[in-house]
């Protein structure tokens, strides 16, 4: 069996990299690991029910792409709380400020400060990534078709730098660059479980940690279709109607906001087929993606891999036996941790 059918014969693992360790999910649960200071392994384990499985039309083809980016954003933002209240670390007294928003949101105070860092989150997303490249061309005089091409694909050139950029000065910062490490090791987990190996550090730190269904892939395919999804719509509505998006600032920056879900919804589609697929025109259109992960990826340590295995085992089964925390994680230590691996390798 090749390594393309195997890999299809079992259910698509996905994750990410949180502070110190990594979330994995299976189809039907979440898991979580992260490293303490003193070395113990801190693992949590939530039943999940995806989105196509309330609602059958969200897991339609083309839906399914936005309702996921939507869906994991928020995902993502949980993992990343949930994991920060994992490690243990003594909590610094709060300040006056926090303690009147505790006091007057109550034990909603969670959600509201989760749900404005994801505001906050989006709001950034739209300002470097819409206003700012279409603030730039701006600048460029308005004429024919041709002119709105390069408009097209200027705008696009700058929102691939903006995002290179960003990803590599954040990778400079001492966290930042263990988190992309533990995002290696997620990878790395992954392709063993899907080679069928036993979970171990030693068999996973052979594998690659680009892997052609990350986030990192969706991102880059997402902002190169968008050149030529929004070239070819204002083509059509200029033909059609005779008028120019590209006329008006906001009009343009209200139009790539609209039909953002589109871009997505095709983006998803594109990332899932190119995945699935090792045909020399599949491989050669992965390439970009993949080689942006050079930079949202690093090597992990075999400490930071049997994270990752951990949580992978968790998602895929059950939590591990072990002393329990009174918000019902499971605690391992290294010890306890190196023989869950070798008894089950």
Known sequence: MSKAENACTRPDIGGQAVIEGVMMKSPDAIAIAVRRENGDIAVKREEYVSPAKKHAWMGKPFIRGSVNMVHMMALGMHALSDAANMLGTPAEEPTRFEKWLSKT???????????????????LSVGLFILLPNLIIKLIPEGGNGT??????LSGIIRILILVGYI?????IPNMHR???YHGSEHKTVYCHEASQPLTPENAQRFSRLHP????????????LSILFYSVIDILIRIITGYDLGAHYLVRVLSRLVLLPCIAGISYEVLKGLA?????????????????????????TDDMLEVAIISMKTALTSLPEGEKTPEGWVI????QAKEKIASEA
């Open 105 to 123: 949101l109550g034990k909603s105070v969670d959600k509201i400060v989760m749900g404005v860092a994801m505001i906050l989150a989006v709001a």
């Open 213 to 224: 269904r990350c986030g990192t892939s969706f991102l880059f395919i997402t902002f190169f």
């Open 332 to 335: 391992l230590t290294r010890e």
């Open 179 to 181: 988190t992309f490490q």
């Open 276 to 300: 699935h697929s090792e045909t020399p025109l599949s491989r050669v259109l992965r390439w970009p993606g993949l080689q942006m992960q050079r930079i949202t990826t690093q090597p992990p």
């Open 168 to 172: 590599y000065f954040a990778g400079k």
């Open 148 to 153: 709105l091409l390069l408009k097209n694909l």
